[in-house]
Nanobody, 121 residues
Framework: QVQLVESGGGLVQPGGSLRLSCAASGSIFRIYAMGWYRQGPQKQRVLVATITSSGTTNYADSVKGRFTISRDNAKNTVNLQMDSLKPEDTAVYYC???????????????WGQGTQVTVSS
């Protein structure tokens, strides 16, 4: 069993900052890519940012220069620093990970439960 637990969402004013964290736990052998996705009201879930185990990052164009993804491989965590937030960043943010368990089973899409981010004055 593997769990991804997010934290750090909330309400922030435009121009403000938030930091999301996600911790993976369970019978984990190795974590490959980790990432963050978001789903706005009546919208599909879309990629925000990803990071490989070696630290290579990828960002959606809409967040480049404002969001920073990072991870701690020793702690099985991934973070998303969100600066200069805009109302259009309002969404439920989901943590995602590609994980190989100690049994050898690999699941490419583990998901967290999501955390709400609301950007509003």
């Amino acid at each position: 069993q593997v769990q991804l637990v997010e934290s750090g969402g909330g309400l922030v004013q435009p121009g403000g900052s938030l930091r999301l964290s996600c911790a993976a736990s369970g019978s984990i052998f190795r974590i490959y890519a980790m990432g963050w996705y978001r789903q706005g009201p009546q919208k599909q879930r879309v990629l925000v940012a990803t990071i490989t185990s070696s630290g290579t990052t990828n960002y959606a164009d809409s967040v480049k220069g404002r969001f920073t993804i990072s991870r701690d491989n020793a702690k099985n965590t991934v973070n998303l620093q969100m600066d200069s937030l805009k109302p259009e960043d309002t969404a439920v943010y989901y943590c995602n990970a590609d994980i190989e368990m100690v049994t050898g089973h690999r699941e490419y899409d583990y998901w967290g439960q999501g955390t709400q981010v609301t950007v509003s004055s």
